[in-house]
């Protein structure tokens, strides 16, 4: 049965971007049956350009990316969420829909990441922060695929996720 993570960002557009991104690529390259969709609560309606550079460098497919609501995880036909994990400070004081699915309420975590989108030093200093971000944003994910997911109870997986946030 395929986990399925939703990754949270306000605006959907930088950091759950490259995450989503991140976290099916290994997952695909790893055959780990895990499935990431990435939304934001106030999308922005665009996924800023340096976080698809960064992703595409990287060998990322990158179609069929978009910043969406989280209103589309919210409704019986969304994907059955089994973690949610937000990203950026402000979409982990917010408060979170409920979600649908097997009855149960994911496991939430944040992992936050400073915004690469307010780096100094013009486009260069972007790049550079974007391609930083994108790779620790890589190495939780790889740490994420490494539990074993399908036996760990609920419980468990908050313990293992927040233990991930703190490394």
Not at 119 to 131: S, V, W, Y
Request: with cysteine.
């Amino acid at each position: 049965m395929t986990t399925h993570v939703l990754i949270l960002c306000t605006h959907n557009s930088a950091r759950s971007v490259l995450a989503e991104g991140m976290l099916n690529h290994w997952a695909a390259r790893l055959g780990v049956d895990v499935r990431a969709h990435s939304a934001g609560s106030a999308p922005s309606g665009r996924i800023n350009p340096f976080a698809l550079e960064a992703l595409r460098s990287a060998g990322v497919d990158t179609a069929g990316v978009r910043s969406k609501s989280w209103d589309e995880f919210t409704t019986p036909d969304a994907p059955p969420l089994s973690i949610v994990i937000t990203v950026c400070d402000s979409a982990a004081a917010e408060s979170c829909p409920v979600f649908f699915g097997d009855g149960n309420q994911p496991v939430k975590v944040h992992w936050g990441y400073p915004d690469p989108s307010n780096a100094d030093g013009g486009d260069e200093g972007k790049r550079r922060a974007f391609e930083l971000t994108r790779q620790a944003i890589g190495y939780r994910m790889l740490q994420l695929l490494g539990l074993p997911l399908a036996t760990l109870s609920r419980a468990e997986q908050q313990q293992q996720l927040t233990a991930i946030a703190a490394s």
